[in-house]
């Protein structure tokens, strides 16, 4: 008689960036939605109890322990600022464990982390943002970086490599930086007011966009009006000039090149600067997306961390 075999559960999905994937004194992930809608966020529509039993399932794929002393998984109360957080301790205020956030702990505000400390696994919170992770192979200092619109127009990707320098004495050409999935050129239409703020920031700013004109239905035609004929003093029809679409000339956003030329600026080689092609409003089926689903959904997280010695 043939033994049932036992149902196993399906297997998270992580992507990983190939040169931080070889060092075997690292932890780094890009997580998905995969399986089952793998939320890992606690605003998010799901019961704090999933989201719980989400963060313990992806520190065990990452081979870290269930978080306690040791091991301590760092998120920061994101709010599209500039603010870099340096981890160097664990006191109680920048822990974010499950039953802190749910007893109403304090966090602290900020967009990116950066940290020399093992144990320690930095994560940013997203769904279209651009997730960036960095790490200094020879100081061994990781950063985690949450770089939507905002963030990139501050340049929050470049100050981060200035923090890892500053406090960690960092040089900018042993750093190696992964870009993670998040919202491409092709789907993230912004308004005016965004190209302007980022063509008077950046001397490349015009670069950064492509711009594209509206199709035939996309523009509104006036109705003839009745003026009058010079030849017989009558009243004719003749057409008004055409009016356009508010949404005539659109325009599309690549973070992606933004922050790449930010970490060269910075002092990054080009070869080590790593860029996922999933764009995530492109990809629902394997990621969240605030944009594609009209902000009904959850966050996937990029985390990094050093193993203890």
């Given at each position: 008689m043939?033994r049932?075999?036992?149902?196993q559960?399906?297997?998270?999905?992580?992507l990983?960036?190939?040169?931080?994937?070889?060092?075997?004194?690292?932890?780094?992930?890009f997580?998905?939605?995969l399986?089952?809608?793998?939320?890992?966020?606690?605003?998010?529509?799901?019961?704090?109890?999933?989201?719980?039993?989400?963060?313990?399932?992806?520190?065990?794929?990452?081979?870290?322990?269930?978080p306690?002393?040791g091991?301590?998984?760092?998120?920061?109360?994101?709010?599209?600022?500039?603010i870099?957080?340096?981890?160097a301790?664990?006191?109680?205020?920048?822990?974010s464990?499950?039953?802190?956030?749910?007893?109403?702990?304090?966090?602290?505000?900020?967009?990116?982390?950066?940290?020399d400390?093992p144990g320690?696994?930095?994560a940013?919170?997203?769904?279209?943002?651009?997730?960036?992770?960095?790490?200094?192979?020879?100081?061994r200092?990781?950063?985690?970086v949450?770089?939507?619109?905002?963030?990139?127009?501050?340049?929050?990707?470049?100050?981060?490599?200035?923090?890892?320098r500053?406090?960690?004495?960092?040089?900018?050409?042993?750093?190696l930086a992964?870009?993670g999935p998040?919202i491409h050129e092709c789907?993230?239409e912004?308004?005016?007011?965004?190209?302007?703020a980022?063509?008077?920031?950046?001397?490349?700013?015009?670069?950064?966009?492509?711009?594209?004109?509206?199709?035939p239905?996309?523009?509104?035609?006036?109705?003839?009006r009745?003026?009058?004929?010079p030849?017989?003093?009558?009243?004719?029809?003749?057409?008004?000039?055409a009016a356009?679409?508010?949404?005539?000339?659109?325009f599309?956003?690549?973070?992606v090149e933004?922050?790449q030329?930010?970490?060269?600026?910075?002092?990054?080689?080009?070869?080590?600067?790593w860029?996922?092609?999933?764009c995530?409003?492109?990809?629902?089926?394997?990621?969240f997306?605030?944009?594609a689903?009209?902000?009904?959904t959850?966050?996937?997280m990029?985390?990094?961390g050093?193993?203890?010695?």
């Amino acid at each position: 008689m043939k033994r049932k075999r036992r149902s196993q559960k399906p297997k998270i999905k992580l992507l990983q960036a190939p040169r931080l994937a070889r060092l075997k004194w690292l932890r780094h992930a890009f997580t998905t939605r995969l399986p089952g809608g793998f939320n890992l966020n606690y605003s998010a529509a799901d019961r704090p109890a999933k989201v719980e039993k989400n963060r313990r399932a992806l520190l065990r794929a990452l081979g870290a322990k269930t978080p306690g002393p040791g091991w301590q998984l760092i998120t920061l109360r994101q709010r599209h600022t500039d603010i870099i957080r340096a981890i160097a301790s664990t006191p109680p205020e920048q822990l974010s464990g499950s039953q802190r956030e749910r007893a109403g702990g304090v966090k602290l505000v900020g967009d990116a982390a950066v940290s020399d400390q093992p144990g320690y696994l930095l994560a940013v919170q997203v769904a279209d943002c651009l997730p960036i992770l960095l790490v200094d192979v020879e100081q061994r200092v990781v950063a985690a970086v949450h770089a939507g619109w905002r963030g990139t127009l501050s340049s929050l990707a470049a100050k981060a490599v200035g923090r890892m320098r500053q406090d960690f004495g960092c040089k900018p050409k042993r750093i190696l930086a992964a870009i993670g999935p998040g919202i491409h050129e092709c789907c993230y239409e912004v308004g005016r007011a965004v190209v302007e703020a980022y063509e008077g920031r950046f001397p490349y700013g015009e670069k950064l966009f492509r711009r594209t004109q509206p199709s035939p239905s996309e523009v509104h035609w006036q109705q003839p009006r009745l003026e009058p004929s010079p030849s017989f003093g009558t009243r004719e029809r003749r057409p008004r000039p055409a009016a356009t679409s508010p949404r005539a000339e659109r325009f599309h956003l690549d973070l992606v090149e933004a922050n790449q030329r930010q970490l060269l600026a910075a002092g990054l080689q080009p070869r080590n600067i790593w860029a996922s092609p999933f764009c995530t409003a492109c990809r629902t089926d394997l990621f969240f997306s605030h944009r594609a689903e009209q902000g009904r959904t959850g966050r996937m997280m990029a985390v990094i961390g050093l193993v203890e010695r």
